[in-house]
T-cell receptor, first 115, second 113 residues
Framework: DGGITQSPKYLFRKEGQNVTLSCEQN?????MYWYRQDPGQGLRLIYY???????QKGDIAEGYSVSREKKESFPLTVTSAQKNPTAFYLC??????????????FGSGTRLTVV | KNQVEQSPQSLIILEGKNCTLQ??????????LRWYKQDTGRGPVSLTI?????NTKSNGRYTATLDADTKQSSLHITASQLSDSASYIC????????????FGSGTRLLVRP
């Protein structure tokens, strides 16, 4: 079945470490996104990519980095510069054109905790 | 400023009752509006998507309405079940880029037996 796979589901990071969250999709979607979700708040956009080898900063990109070397993959690195990384991270992808390809699909999320 | 506001923030209802969640937006130009259901610790799952020309769309016990003139949407849940307990998120596409979606902060619904 087509979908988005995020891994790992839970991740623990020591202060000062960089960690990378994986996001893979087999929906043939062009656009991919990373969001951060904190308790009681709406999703906030970190980075997004409309095509391979191209990506743009979202509203809260500081302390994060991404790459888009393949259409299927959009990994997010949480760097040591991100001072408050503990959150729930969601990856999403979007196709264009007629439904269902116009759908916007989320992964199941990665919960990152600083220890 | 492009914004999406949802009300109420939280809601508690008894199993079997109906409820309506509200979403107001100021996004312009408008492309489409989506409602998602998010269980705790999981990714959001799409319930409905409506474009400018659609004013109602149903998905089982969920019915979404859209008034593009007043920039308001509602999600009506009929005959609620315990499994409806979740956060419901209104998302609007448009503004300066149809690739970027603007999220409401969600309504947390608790259905009690």
């Amino acid at each position: 079945d087509g979908g988005i796979t995020q891994s790992p589901k839970y991740l623990f990071r020591k202060e000062g470490q960089n960690v990378t969250l994986s996001c893979e999709q087999n929906l043939n979607h062009d656009a991919m996104y990373w969001y951060r979700q904190d308790p009681g708040q709406g999703l906030r956009l970190i980075y997004y990519s409309q095509i391979v080898n191209d990506f743009q900063k979202g509203d809260i990109a500081e302390g994060y980095s991404v790459s888009r070397e393949k259409k299927e993959s959009f990994p997010l690195t949480v760097t040591s510069a991100q001072k408050n990384p503990t959150a729930f991270y969601l990856c999403a992808s979007m196709g264009t054109g007629q439904e269902p390809n116009y759908g916007y699909t989320f992964g199941s999320g990665t919960r990152l905790t600083v220890v | 400023k492009n914004q999406v506001e949802q009300s109420p923030q939280s809601l508690i209802i008894l199993e079997g009752k109906n409820c309506t969640l509200q979403c107001n937006y100021t996004v312009s130009p408008f492309s489409n509006l989506r409602w998602y259901k998010q269980d705790t610790g999981r990714g959001p799952v799409s319930l409905t998507i409506m474009t400018f020309s659609e004013n109602t769309k149903s998905n089982g016990r969920y019915t979404a309405t859209l008034d593009a003139d007043t920039k308001q949407s509602s999600l009506h849940i009929t005959a609620s079940q315990l499994s409806d307990s979740a956060s419901y998120i209104c998302v609007v596409s448009g503004g300066d880029s149809s690739y970027k979606l603007i999220f409401g902060s969600g309504t947390r619904l608790l259905v009690r037996p």
